[in-house]
């Protein structure tokens, strides 16, 4: 139902996904790789949260490679730049989630984590001990979504009682934020899903980290984005009324404050690599 796109969507030398099995799918958007040749890039916010491994080329070790770092990025809401590490030859590989279906795999709630990085022992050090007895640090992207999925799979068999509360309130929220594509007003969804504003408001927070409204523009937002992509002949005047924008310069200021560029340029840049 909802399928969020990168900045540059078609083509990016050095960045490589994979899709998640057919039992995963419901929580992983995408495994990743990608390494120093990769140009800096726009990141926009995409509703996922990320789990990374930083491999870096080494002397120590007779393989060449060692895994240096392991961290979690949380939601974000707002763009940001890549840059080159520092590192020489180093690689990442990321299990890109649902931000709504991370804290299935954490240890506790991830409160407070939108538009942060934390070392993967803060949240999720269940996972990181898993993850560091299967990776090896010369895998290729193919090995490690083998590796990663049979880590996700041992953390959701894990007891009830070992996983943080999933409150079916949110998922509620979050079909019907899809199925209308973000252009629901609050009032309406609470009808809808049955909840309190406030309620659902400390829901979120525990969950995604992000208020329900922020989530709902960020629907919306990625919804027009997957349209602009997408559509062959993509009208503005179609998509203020398909989105539910009050007029045609609330849709091109809100694309803005998200993505970080006017709509023309972004469109340049991901149909250009197409």
């Not at 007895?133 to 007891?159: G, I």
Request: charge should be neutral; glycine fraction near 4%; include cysteine.
């Amino acid at each position: 139902m909802f399928f969020p796109l990168t900045s540059t969507p078609f083509s990016c030398s050095g960045y490589r996904e994979l899709l998640p099995s057919k039992e995963l799918a419901p929580y992983v958007r995408a495994f990743w790789t990608s390494g120093n040749e990769v140009l800096p890039a726009p990141i926009i916010p995409d509703l996922c949260a990320d789990i990374i491994i930083v491999t870096d080329e080494t002397e120590n070790k007779s393989d060449g490679r060692e895994i240096s770092s392991m961290f979690f990025c949380g939601v974000s809401d707002k763009m940001f730049t890549s840059v080159h590490s520092q590192g020489q030859h180093r690689r990442l590989f990321g299990i890109r989630f649902y931000a709504w279906q991370a804290s299935v795999f954490s240890d506790e709630p991830l409160l407070k984590t939108a538009n942060g990085f934390f070392g993967l022992e803060l949240h999720f050090l269940t996972a990181r001990k898993l993850l560091l007895a299967k990776l090896s640090p010369v895998m290729n992207l193919e090995e490690f979504k083998q590796v990663a999925e049979e880590t996700l799979l041992e953390l959701l068999a894990r007891p009830a009682s070992k996983i943080p509360e999933q409150n079916p309130i949110v998922m509620d929220a979050i079909i019907q934020m899809i199925r209308t594509r973000g252009s629901q007003n609050l009032s309406s969804l609470l009808k809808d899903i049955h909840s309190s504003e406030r309620q659902l408001e400390r829901f979120f927070a525990q969950t995604l980290s992000l208020s329900p409204k922020k989530v709902s523009s960020l629907i919306r937002y990625q919804s027009l984005w997957q349209s602009v992509c997408f559509s062959k002949k993509f009208d503005i005047q179609d998509a203020v009324a398909d989105f539910g924008y009050f007029d045609q310069a609330h849709l091109l200021n809100d694309f803005k404050k998200f993505h970080g560029m006017t709509l023309a340029q972004a469109r340049k840049i991901a149909l250009g690599a197409k």
